[in-house]
Antibody
Framework: QVQLVESGGGVVQPGKSLRLSCAAS????????MFWVRQAPGKGPEWVAF????????YHTDSVEGRFTISRDDSKSTLYLQMNSLRTEDTAVYFC?????????????????WGQGTLVTVSA | EIVLTQSPATLSLSPGERATLSCRAS??????LAWYQQKPGQAPKLVIY???KRATGIPARFSGSGSGTEFTLTISSLEPEDFAVYYC?????????FGRGTKLEIK
């Protein structure tokens, strides 16, 4: 069955960096677009970043553009999120999620499988 | 950015009753809208996509309708496991956004 397992969260000071990982199993990881979605305490989810199956297309939401970078290693079936210059407003549970469609260029932007999430707390 | 407004914020109903949740978009998203269910401590779960298509494994008591700026999620007869927070999400461009959610609680 499809499994997504995030890791790498923790408590970090403002301005510091973290790298999140998401280990995928149970499906053909290399043929799906993947996302990072975050959810601040008591808030709705917020899309953070997308990477296409061939890594040719990457999108980041405006609030993290230039600070966060999504990437993937298909040989390890793993998705990454490098987070630099962290801010207190980046505090959230970070989920990795799979696109509903197996598409190289046209993701559905609907998320059909999610990991359990990893908590990132940015605090002095 | 397209803003999604969900109403009501909280809906109190009993098992067996019908639930109607609303989502309004600040501009047209045609039918590019999904609904997710989230229970405490869990990730969201895709329920409806493209406004009215049920995701894999979702029971027939869940239905979605609407287009443009007005959307509805209906649960025809509530089961105990349906009580959760529901979020709508638009994907009309790659800048996806979510609503703030409707909490469906047991009366």
């Amino acid at each position: 069955q499809v499994q997504l397992v995030e890791s790498g969260g923790g408590v970090v000071q403002p301005g510091k960096s973290l790298r999140l990982s998401c280990a995928a199993s149970g499906f053909s990881f290399s043929t799906y677009g993947m996302f990072w979605v975050r959810q601040a305490p008591g808030k709705g989810p917020e899309w953070v970043a997308f990477v296409s199956p061939d890594e040719m297309i990457k999108y980041h939401t405006d609030s993290v553009e230039g600070r966060f970078t999504i990437s993937r290693d298909d040989s390890k079936s793993t998705l990454y999120l490098q987070m630099n210059s962290l801010r207190t407003e980046d505090t959230a549970v970070y989920f990795c999620a799979r696109d509903r469609l197996e598409s190289l260029r046209f993701p559905s932007h609907y998320y059909d499988f999610w990991g359990q999430g990893t908590l990132v707390t940015v605090s002095a | 950015e397209i803003v999604l407004t969900q109403s009501p914020a909280t809906l109190s109903l009993s098992p067996g009753e019908r639930a109607t949740l609303s989502c309004r978009a600040s501009e047209s998203v045609t039918r590019n809208l999904a609904w997710y269910q989230q229970k405490p401590g869990q990730a969201p779960k895709l329920v409806i996509y493209d406004a009215s298509k049920r995701a894999t494994g979702i029971p027939a008591r869940f239905s979605g309708s609407g287009s443009g700026t007005e959307f509805t999620l209906t649960i025809s007869s509530l089961e105990p496991e349906d009580f959760a927070v529901y979020y709508c999400q638009q994907r009309s461009n790659w800048r996806c956004s979510f609503g703030r959610g409707t909490k469906l609680e047991i009366k």
